[in-house]
């Protein structure tokens, strides 16, 4: 569990690495290993959704093992309340995130055709670049909160 945990640590850094990247690309005009901004942007996608999958996946397996182990009497009911609290904070934003961050990328597509202004696409980017900064908190307070209810499992 720690292993997976951490490996989503590492490639939460990496998102904020791309993103980073991305739009400094898209700002400045520079090409990174060289790609392009657009090319680097879809690589920035890819790797961005695969991590808020896997993030995702994680909080769900092993909010199904809790829920097992409270079944099989291993914890007090509350902590269930607890992991479905989390959930509700968690779930919303996490898809709000991969929301904001794959609009952004597609209005690339925009700008490039000349239909859109390329000054919302920079504001697009900025929306979705901080809320992706403030879902950071909330992901680690929810590992955070996620270990705290597995360390309390045991029998009562």
């Known amino acids: ?82 992991e479905r609290k989390l959930k509700m904070v968690l779930f919303p934003q996490l898809m709000l995130t991969i929301f904001l961050v794959g609009g952004w990328f597609i209005h690339i597509g925009a700008v490039e055709n000349n239909i859109s202004p390329n000054w919302l696409h920079g504001l697009l980017f900025m929306i979705a670049y901080v809320h992706h900064l403030w879902s950071l908190r909330l992901k680690n307070n929810s590992f955070k909160e996620q270990i705290s209810i597995i360390s309390e499992l045991e029998p009562t």
């Open 1 to 82: 569990m720690y292993t997976f945990m951490i490996t989503c640590y590492a490639l939460m850094l990496i998102n904020v690495i791309n993103l980073t990247l991305t739009g400094a690309s898209g700002f400045w005009g520079f090409e990174i290993m060289g790609a392009n901004h657009t090319r680097f942007a879809l690589f920035t996608i890819l790797i961005f959704t695969i991590t808020e999958t896997v993030v995702m996946y994680f909080f769900i397996s092993t909010g199904k093992a809790i829920k097992n182990a409270l079944e099989s009497g291993l914890g007090k009911d509350d902590l269930w309340s607890r």
